[in-house]
């Protein structure tokens, strides 16, 4: 497994080996033993899957509150995504700073975005299919949402506002500077 960390702790970039032949390839997208060394040690309790026919389709920026924070491990199945994780953490020195990666079918890479972080991706192709693995079970109350395109993030996008294609949830969004107040309900 190739294992690259970004200047936001806890963030990784795993990419697990594919072992290819004429017929196609094989690949172990997860493994509980390697996820450990890798430093995930949360244990998983929810998959999801999603598809975004169009290009362009936004989802989030979403997250859950404790007591059910959840973490992410995301996978791009089909197609690609931009894909990104934005530190939400109370008193994290990397507070309100993204990480941004293309995750695709061709690349096979997984982003593991922990507990206290809000998620989002963009589609970079039609049919995109994501699947990713979450540490907690959806709940309404714990659930939250930050505006995809917000000025203070500075999140570059491969979509421009205009052309974005989201839901009336994630339009209606909260904006980043609400995040604070949030932890104090």
């Not at 894909?83 to 309100?96: A, H, L, Q």
Request: charged content about 20%; hydrophobic content about 40%; glycine content about 8%.
């Amino acid at each position: 497994m190739n294992i690259k960390t970004f200047n936001i702790a806890g963030m990784m970039l795993i990419t697990p080996p594919r072992f290819g032949d004429e017929r196609g390839y094989f690949s172990e997208t997860f493994n509980a033993a390697r996820m450990k060394e890798a430093g995930i040690t949360d244990a998983f309790v929810q998959d999801n899957h999603s598809l975004s026919r169009q290009r362009g389709v936004v989802r989030g920026l979403h997250c859950q509150l404790p007591p059910h924070a959840q973490g992410k491990l995301v996978r791009c199945t089909r197609g690609s995504i931009w894909d990104v994780g934005v530190d939400i953490r109370t008193g994290s020195p990397t507070f309100g700073q993204w990480v941004g990666v293309t995750l695709s079918e061709e690349n096979g890479s997984q982003l593991w975005i922990p507990p206290g972080f809000l998620h989002g991706f963009c589609t970079l192709s039609e049919n995109a299919e994501v699947q990713y693995k979450c540490t907690d079970l959806w709940n309404r109350e714990c659930e939250r949402s930050v505006r995809w395109d917000d000025p203070l993030l500075n999140i570059e996008w491969p979509v421009a506002p205009g052309a974005a294609i989201l839901s009336a949830k994630d339009a209606a969004a909260e904006a980043f500077s609400n995040v604070n107040d949030w932890f104090h309900i």
